[in-house]
């Protein structure tokens, strides 16, 4: 296998990954806490309720855009912020996602995991791509 395509599976694996876990997230936000309830969460963090619902549907957006593969670098340099935000509402509570509230730790980890992915592209098998040249092996 050749390097370029190692990365696009790469890519590919860490875009789905990303996409399933943004879709779950979302869904909890609108399901399970619901959007009131989420937007009450924003307000007791201090920001604006209506940028719960902001969020949770940017994120249920943004995961199914990611596991369609419909413009990746996009859509993860739009969802870094969203991941930023979330870090710094964990700030307070320490380093470790185990800490009570949870601490910054995981939300650190997707941040990171976005600009990965928006470096990388979109991998194989996405909505639109063109495909990847085929490179001789010399």
Do not use: C
């Amino acid at each position: 296998m050749n390097s370029t395509r190692t990365a696009d599976a790469a890519a590919t694996l860490l875009r789905l990954a990303l996409g399933v876990l943004y879709l779950a997230h979302s869904l909890q936000k609108i399901f399970v806490f619901t959007l009131p309830g989420t937007a009450g969460f924003f307000v007791s963090l201090g920001l604006p309720g209506w940028l719960g619902y902001v969020t949770a549907f940017v994120e249920l957006f943004g995961g199914i855009a990611l596991i369609l593969g419909v413009q990746v670098r996009w859509v993860a340099i739009v969802l870094l912020p969203f991941m930023l935000g979330a870090m710094s509402a964990h700030l307070h509570n320490g380093w470790g996602f185990a800490s009570p509230n949870g601490g910054w730790e995981y939300p650190a980890f997707w941040a990171v995991t976005l600009v990965v992915q928006a470096l990388l592209g979109n991998g194989l098998y996405a909505v639109g791509a063109a495909p990847a040249p085929r490179v001789a092996n010399a």
